[in-house]
Each structure stands twice: as structure tokens, then as C-alpha cells.
């Protein structure tokens, strides 16, 4: 059974910097999807980033507004992603949640929620002016 759990969120200045964790576990990196998607209050899901994996090389990805200022990575050995956020602006505020799929999703499919099998609870990030 895959559980994420994610970790790191807090309140932060703008400009600021965090670093969410997502620590996966009843699964393995080697040919895998994870990605990080955000929900502000009365707005829907959308995606931040995400990581593919196929014979533990992985290939990052980033909506247009993270690019620059966010950083995905993983660690297989502690079957947990990261995201580093950096200058972080107040519209950033939202629960992050990271997910899973157990397939190396074809790209057009990593911005869409609902091509990934597993969420985990989320995390609020707050970035106060």
C-alpha cells in the first residue's frame, strides 16, 4: 500500500525559502511518476512540478511560474521528494500535496491530478507579505 506524507510547511516572509518533503513508502522510484500539485483557497488544483523516473535517471518538470524559483528532486534510497522553494511570493500561498503514479507518465500527462494513483494529506505553505 503506497502512503506520502509531507512535511515542511510553515509560514514564511515573502522572499523567503521552504522546503517541502514527501516521504513515500510501498513504493520504489525505478519507473515512476511524482509530482507536487498546490490548492488555494477557492481555486482548483494545479500542478507545480514533477520528477519521472525510469531506471532511477529522472526528468524534471515545472509550471511556468515555479521555473526558476522551484527545485524537485529525489532520493531512492529514502523513497522521498523534495521541493525546494525559493523567493517565495505571497500568491504561493496554498496546501501543497505531492503524488504518485507507478508509471513513467508520458509528458502531456504529468499536469493532470487525476493521472497519478496516490495523494498524500498536504501541507500549507502560508507566504505572508
Known amino acids: 500500500q503506497v502512503q506520502l506524507v509531507e512535511s515542511g510547511g510553515g509560514l514564511v516572509q515573502a522572499g523567503g525559502s521552504l522546503t517541502l518533503s514527501c516521504a513515500a513508502s510501498?513504493?520504489?522510484?525505478?519507473?515512476?511518476?511524482m509530482g507536487w500539485f498546490r490548492r488555494a483557497p477557492g481555486k482548483v488544483r494545479e500542478f507545480v512540478a514533477a520528477?519521472?523516473?525510469?531506471?532511477?535517471?529522472?526528468?524534471?518538470h515545472y509550471q511556468e511560474s515555479a521555473k526558476g524559483r522551484f527545485t524537485i528532486w529525489g532520493d531512492s534510497a529514502k523513497t522521498t521528494v523534495y521541493l525546494q522553494m525559493n523567493n517565495l511570493k505571497p500568491e504561493d500561498t496554498s496546501v501543497y500535496y505531492c503524488a504518485y503514479d507507478d508509471s513513467r507518465l508520458i509528458l502531456s500527462r504529468i499536469w493532470d491530478g487525476e493521472n497519478y494513483d496516490s495523494w498524500g494529506q498536504g501541507t500549507q505553505v502560508t507566504v505572508s507579505t
Open positions: 510501498g513504493l520504489t522510484f525505478n519507473t515512476a511518476t
Open positions: 520528477i519521472r523516473w525510469s531506471g532511477g535517471d529522472g526528468n524534471t
